[in-house]
C-alpha cells in the first residue's frame, strides 16, 4: 500500500483555511485532518474528539514530557499539539492527512519530514481580511484588532511554504487546493508503489 501524503496547511485567522479544508476533506476520498490536542476553553457547538481534544495544561505538559507529540505550539495563550501516533496511522494506512496549523507548528514538522507538502492560504487584501473577522460578530474590536496584528506576524511567514493559495473566491480557492491533493497522489513514485503489478504487466513482453 502507497504511504500517503503530509499536507500542511497554514492561514492567518480570517482567511477561511477552516471551511477550506472542511470542503476538501468532503470531497475528496482517503483524506483526513489530523484533530489536535488543545489546552483552550470549548466554545460553543464544539464537540470533543471532532473539532479537538480538549485537555487541561498538566495534561498537555505531560504528553509532551512522553514525547507524544509530533509538534506543539502555543497561539494566543493557549497550547495546540498534533498526536504523533496518530498522524503515522494514517499515513501508513493510505490515508492522505491535513495538519491544520500555524507556522510553528509547521516548520517542527518540516524538520521532521522534509517531503511534507506545505501549503499557505492568504486573503485577497487586509481589508478584506478586517472585514471578515470583523463580519464574525462574536470578537470586540480590541481583539480584532490584536487579531490582526497576529495575522500580519503569521502572514510573514508565507515564504517558508511550498505552495500560497489566496482566497478572493472560495470556488476558485478549493479547485486549487483539490489539484493540489490529486497531482501529488500522481507522482511517479506513489503510482508505482500503488500499481506496481500494473506497470509491470504493462512492460510483460508475454
Not at 476533506?25 to 483526513?32: A, F, K, N, R, Y
Not at 495538519?99 to 519530514?113: C, H, K, N, S, Y
Amino acid at each position: 500500500m502507497a504511504q500517503g501524503t503530509l499536507f500542511i496547511v497554514s492561514a492567518p485567522s480570517g482567511a477561511g483555511k477552516t471551511s477550506l479544508v472542511r470542503e476538501m476533506v468532503e470531497s475528496l476520498d482517503g483524506i483526513q485532518v489530523s484533530v489536535s490536542h488543545t489546552t483552550r476553553e470549548r466554545r460553543q457547538g464544539e464537540v470533543d474528539g471532532v473539532n479537538y481534544h480538549f485537555v487541561n495544561l498538566p495534561m498537555f505538559e505531560a504528553m509532551i514530557e512522553r514525547g507524544e507529540f509530533f509538534e506543539h505550539a502555543r497561539v494566543f495563550d493557549n497550547y495546540y499539539g498534533t498526536s504523533r501516533p496518530a498522524v503515522a496511522s494514517m499515513l501508513d494506512a493510505g490515508q492522505d492527512v491535513i495538519l491544520e496549523i500555524d507556522w510553528q507548528g509547521a516548520r517542527q514538522v518540516r524538520q521532521q519530514i522534509p517531503d511534507a507538502v506545505s501549503i499557505f492560504i492568504l486573503p485577497p487584501s487586509r481589508g478584506e481580511l478586517e472585514r471578515r473577522l470583523a463580519n464574525r460578530g462574536t470578537d470586540e474590536h480590541a481583539v480584532i484588532a490584536q487579531r490582526m496584528r497576529e495575522a500580519v506576524a503569521e502572514m510573514s511567514h508565507y515564504d517558508e511554504y511550498d505552495y500560497l493559495v489566496i482566497n478572493d473566491d472560495f470556488t476558485t480557492a478549493l479547485r486549487e487546493l483539490q489539484s493540489l491533493v490529486i497531482a501529488r497522489r500522481l507522482t511517479l513514485p506513489r503510482v508505482s508503489r500503488a500499481h506496481g503489478p500494473l506497470l509491470e504487466a504493462l512492460l510483460s513482453q508475454h
